[in-house]
């Protein structure tokens, strides 16, 4: 069992920055692929990027390829979003999520706000 907190979301303008972090609590960490999904307003949740468990093999959605980076540092139990070039179109509730296998993502932070303004 894995316990996610995010934290890092806020309000910038467009063009700006913001590094999302995501801490787990529980053992073994780096036994968990981690993973980033969002939720905009009025829309689905939807995948943004994510990381493997053993090789760090790295995906991201084409909507944040070049411009989202993510990471983890198993030594602090933590994975990061770092967000460039910000667009109103990724003002969303991100998400950190973890999963043991290779099917679905089963344990999910309570989320973090990212608001994009024009």
């Known amino acids: 069992q894995v316990h996610l907190v995010e934290s890092g979301g806020g309000l910038v303008q467009a063009g700006g920055s913001l590094r999302l972090s995501c801490s787990a609590s529980g053992s073994t960490f780096s036994s968990y692929g981690m993973g980033w999904f969002r939720q905009g307003p009025g829309k689905e949740r939807e995948f943004v990027a994510r990381i493997t468990s053993v090789t760090g093999t790295i995906y991201y959605a084409d909507s944040v390829k070049g411009r989202f980076t993510i990471s983890r540092d198993n030594a602090k139990n933590t994975v990061y979003l770092q967000m460039n070039s910000l667009k109103p179109e990724d003002t969303a509730v991100y998400y950190c999520?973890?999963?043991?296998?290779?099917?679905?993502?089963?344990?999910w932070g309570q989320g973090t706000q990212v608001t994009v303004s024009s």
């Open positions: 999520a973890a999963r043991r296998g290779t099917i679905s993502f089963d344990y």
